[in-house]
């Protein structure tokens, strides 16, 4: 079952302790297009499926990424794309994004994501997996 947008935002300003709606928006579209360019074929569009239209068509039209980018760089392009952002305030931001993105998904799909990822995007994403 795909998630609605306004779902969506309240499960990211929860988890994110945002103030503002406004805020949870910033940083799940900021996320979300970041994570589009790292994350390719059958599992982007499954993945996009089970998100809101607005995620969808974020995460099937992508920044273009140069490399993949490990966990930290992730996090790093984050506070770059957020006014006022430090690299502290962006893990946040990813992470409450990140871990309403696998609620969304099944742990199938999910594994299948985190294997195309950099080693690290579990902690991201709020499933830590067994090393």
């Not at 935002?9 to 103030?19: D, I, P, T």
């Not at 979300?32 to 360019?37: H, K, P, Q, R, V």
């Not at 994350?39 to 039209?61: D, F, K, M, Q």
């Not at 994403?125 to 090393?131: I, K, L």
């Amino acid at each position: 079952m795909v998630m609605k947008w306004d779902a969506f935002l309240s499960a990211v300003q929860e988890r994110g302790q945002y103030s503002s709606r406004q805020e949870a928006e910033r940083a799940t579209r900021v996320v979300i297009a970041l994570l589009g360019a790292h994350v390719v074929g059958s599992e982007r569009s499954e993945l996009a499926a089970r998100l809101p239209e607005t995620c969808a068509l974020l995460l099937l039209n992508p920044l273009p990424a140069a490399e993949p980018l490990g966990p930290q760089r992730f996090v790093r392009a984050t506070a770059a794309w957020i006014e006022g952002a430090t690299e502290e305030t962006a893990k946040w931001d990813v992470s409450a994004v990140l871990s309403v993105v696998a609620d969304a998904a099944d742990d199938e799909l999910m594994r299948r994501v985190l294997l195309q990822l950099p080693p690290g995007y579990d902690l991201l994403f709020g499933r830590p997996q067994p090393t």
